[in-house]
């Protein structure tokens, strides 16, 4: 059982909805984005997903791209994110990390399975897939037919950031991949308050939140308000 | 080797989109159901006749086809040794090769009922051609172009105002040719409804690299009956040589020559200030490697971290850091050799072309001319090589008049 089919587990039992947040590894340089992940649990974060800077972030919107580009000017690699996690695990052996104990690639689609998704899977990751409002039931199959861990609803058809997601839109869609699916099924684009936060958790099984937190990043804030503003979105979800 | 299909370098790609390794469809989910709708709709129109003959006429009347394959007596004389002929895509509506894939494309957005037309553009040409071909159908259009781009190639960003595109400029990355794609692909993604994606190239993922050959491969397959015509039944070209940014001029005067094993195939890359470790060029097959961009695999600059880099060059269109994956799988089983020319040689050619030929060549076929220079002179009278004169240089006077020091504005 991987820490994200853990994770779920415990929530299931407490009763809980999961929240799960989005940060940039190295945005805007390994120090600051090293405190920011190691206070996300503490702030109420039940998933941590790591993203991993790209020159070319095609489903992202202008927060998350600066974002990468913030993390690449300042010298993030790959070996450099992977030993965050080293580190981070030094005190958390429990948080599950999205980018480590799973994947979420988000230019892999089904069609293209063989070469990452399924070796993933053979040495124990979990591989999250995406479904989205154009995934209709012809194709929902097919995308739910190799995912693991849970099923990552985009709760918009667009880029990360950009509009804000609604609850009575995502309910009928949540349901109708449930109906197909005992995987827990997580909502994410679009959520920047701790009340869509509640209203989204509300109608699955959790959300996400990214923009939001990198866009605090952006400004400079300081670690403990970055910290604040998360803890006040995990209560959000987690009072739904 | 034609007749036999297990040896033809013409079947591809597979039923995935893959030419070999290279191509495939990378696309996000949201994307997905509409680029297998796009497979679906195009595959049937291929083997419409009304689909053809639609394009057929348009062809004609609206673009000027065919182009002339135009023997380019002084600059062989000059050179001294093989036979020039140039195919004179510059003459084209618009002024490039790029309207022969836009009508196709924008034929099949109208069957599709799609309203809203978006493209991506480098040196604006593939832009202009989408602005015009949306004004004649009365088609809403949206180009992105990169800020850098925006400004070195003014004069068509006009032309799309005049012919009522909204220009979006790109200032992500470096604002080029391959932000400018990051930018549509991210449009589409919001505007899956109504949105046809109208691509320049032949990349991005399947079907678009197969669909814009087939488009573009008008050009071959006109030189193929005119060299006949003027060079004796079944006379077939010796080399055929184009310019590559992502390859579509270049696919389409390659592909009906793909299994004549006697023609030579050459690619030129755009080599900037010299393909070595500055990274100052955009010569994919010879500087990159493997990886995936823009929804397929193929060749990219990129750093050992897997980290796009920004190409460079003086000719916008050919300022992209990769290559259509068909290429990069010829390149890989070697039926095509892919070279660099630098825009010291490239502005070279474009100067000798124009006191030579009286042809204002545009930069990108001024890469595939010089490359020409190069070899002529060695080969003897009777090799027939055809460059694709695949645009004209009227957008590049002021980058060129900039270079030569010459001020414009007397
Ligand atoms: C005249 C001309 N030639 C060549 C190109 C490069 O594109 P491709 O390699 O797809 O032919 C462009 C692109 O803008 C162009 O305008």
Partial sequence: ?240 | MAEDGINSFMTGPDEAGRFGIFGGRFVSETLMPLILELEERYTFAKTDPSFWAEMEDLWKHYVGRPSPLYFAERMTTHLGGAKIYMKRDELNHTGAHKINNVLGQIILARRMGKTRIIAETGAGQHGVATATVCAKFGLKCVVYMGAHDVERQAPNVFRMRLLGAEVVPVTSGRGTLKDAMNDALRDWVTNVRDTFYCIGTVAGPHPYPAMVRDFQSVIGREVRWQLAEQEGEGRLPDTVIAAIGGGSNAMGLFYPFLDDPSVKIIGVEAGGKGVDDRMQHCASLTGGRPGVLHGNRTYLLQDADGQILEGFSISAGLDYPGIGPEHAWLHDTGRAQYVSITDTEALEAFQLCCKLEGIIPALEPSHALAHVMKIAPKLPKDHIIVMNMCGRGDKDIFTVAKHLGFDMKV
């Fill in chain 1, 1 to 240: 059982m991987t820490r994200i089919d853990a994770t779920f587990q415990r929530l299931k039992a407490e009763g809980k909805k999961a929240f799960v947040s989005y940060i940039m590894a190295g945005d805007p340089d390994a120090e600051t984005s090293f405190a920011v992940m190691k206070g996300l649990p503490e702030a109420g974060v039940d998933i941590i997903e790591l993203g991993m800077p790209f020159t070319d972030p095609m489903a992202d919107g202008p927060t998350i791209q600066l974002a990468g580009q913030r993390a690449l000017e300042a010298g993030q690699t790959l070996e450099r994110t992977l030993q965050m996690v080293r580190d981070f695990r030094k005190a958390d052996d429990t948080t599950p990390i999205v980018g480590i104990d799973g994947l979420i690639v988000v230019d892999l689609p089904p069609e293209e399975d063989s070469e990452l998704c399924l070796p993933a899977k053979a040495a124990g990751l979990n591989f999250i897939r995406l479904a989205t409002p154009t995934t209709d039931a012809k194709r929902l199959p097919t995308v739910l037919q190799n995912t693991s861990g849970f099923v990552y609803y985009v709760s918009i058809t667009g880029i990360t950031g950009a509009a804000a997601a609604q609850a009575a839109d995502v309910a009928p869609e949540v349901a109708r991949i449930k109906a197909s699916t005992d995987l827990p099924v997580i909502v994410g684009f679009g959520i920047r308050t701790p009340e869509t936060a509640k209203a989204i958790a509300g109608v699955a099984d959790g959300c996400v939140v990214g923009s939001a937190i990198v866009k605090m990043i952006e400004q400079k804030r300081s670690v403990a308000d970055i910290l604040a503003f998360v803890r006040g979105l995990a209560d959000g979800a987690h009072r739904a």
